[in-house]
């Protein structure tokens, strides 16, 4: 549960039903813990579109709470053929506020008032062990805020950076700043992403957290050198470079010369992406994304904001 976000979306649009998929059993259009907030007049997420996510929003405009148990196929006539339960319910300053004050946020949406001995043990589980909770038991809605985004700083904002902040953007799991050396190298529309200007890219290094991850790809090799120079003499959780192995190897041979080490510089990979989806800048993309994703899901929330020896491609 990322509470940062929807106490932004209430600051920005006033209370909201959220509606969150608390369980699922069997093929889904979503997985547990997507989520759609509705207001009258908007919503923003999804839970997977079609006839679910369509009466979903109808019963939050209605001001309906609580809980649904959908079965796809008999309820709805989608053909995922899975099941799954739906917690709606309002979120307002009161809503943050108790949300803020629990460790585990536990509560019934279609469950027994009386806290079930199950729940009890699972925050007992929570508090002592550090272990995450079931988020849907007998009823109880729990839920734990979510790791911090990790940090993503992406270096250049041409055809290849412009083709993963369309991907990477929308992720949650991922807090980008995007870098350039001017204005006009950015796209109209980009809104809500932070931009750094830098006419001296590697002079902005020093603003990054130590536990970014960095994706070089910048219009100039020279520039890249000198970034990947500054990342490895400050420190990065994983940092990636656009290039072909002939453009890597003179970068490792220049990064020995300025008295990196062989162990330092491995730990910056390249080339990006996955060679089998192509060259152009989407499939880059896509492999890009592809890796940052399962690398988020491999270390776990005990991991995130941690630095990780992990890499970018």
Not at 12 to 18: E, K, Q
Not at 206 to 222: G, K, V
Request: glycine share 12%.
């Amino acid at each position: 549960m990322r509470l940062d976000l929807l106490r932004a979306a209430l600051a920005r649009r006033g209370p909201f039903t959220r509606v969150l998929v608390a369980e699922v059993k069997g093929s889904t259009p979503r997985e547990a813990g997507a989520e759609l907030w509705v207001w009258a007049d908007g919503i923003e997420g999804t839970i997977g579109g079609g006839r679910l996510e369509h009466d979903a929003i109808a019963a939050a405009r209605r001001g309906e709470t609580g809980s649904q148990r959908v079965a796809l196929g008999p309820d709805v006539g989608q053909c995922c053929g899975g099941a799954l339960v739906l917690a709606l319910e309002r979120v307002d300053a009161d809503w943050i506020a108790r949300t803020k004050a629990a460790e585990v946020f536990a509560r019934p949406l279609g469950g027994a008032p009386e806290m079930p001995l199950a729940v009890r043990r699972a925050l007992a589980r929570a508090r002592d062990r550090g272990e995450a909770p079931k988020r849907w038991i007998e009823g109880w809605l729990l839920e734990a805020p979510a790791p911090a985004p990790t940090p993503l700083w992406i270096w250049g904002a041409g055809h290849v950076g412009r083709a993963l902040v369309s991907v990477l953007a929308p992720l949650p799991a991922f807090e980008i700043t995007w870098i350039d050396t001017a204005e006009n190298r950015f796209p109209e529309g980009e809104n809500g992403l932070r931009r750094i200007i830098a006419p001296e890219p590697a002079r902005a290094v020093a603003l990054a957290p130590r536990e970014a991850a960095h994706l070089i790809l910048t219009y100039s090799h020279a520039i890249d050198l000198e970034l990947c120079h500054a990342l490895l003499a400050h420190g990065f959780s994983q940092a990636g470079l656009i290039g072909s192995a002939t453009k890597w190897a003179r970068f490792r041979s220049r990064l020995r010369a300025l008295g990196h080490g062989d162990a330092q510089i491995s730990r910056i990979a390249c080339p990006i992406g996955d060679p089998t989806l192509g060259k152009h800048p989407q499939a880059i993309a896509l492999g890009v994304a592809s890796g940052l994703l399962r690398e988020k899901r491999a270390t776990g929330p005990a991991s995130s904001g941690h630095e990780q020896e992990g890499r970018a491609g």
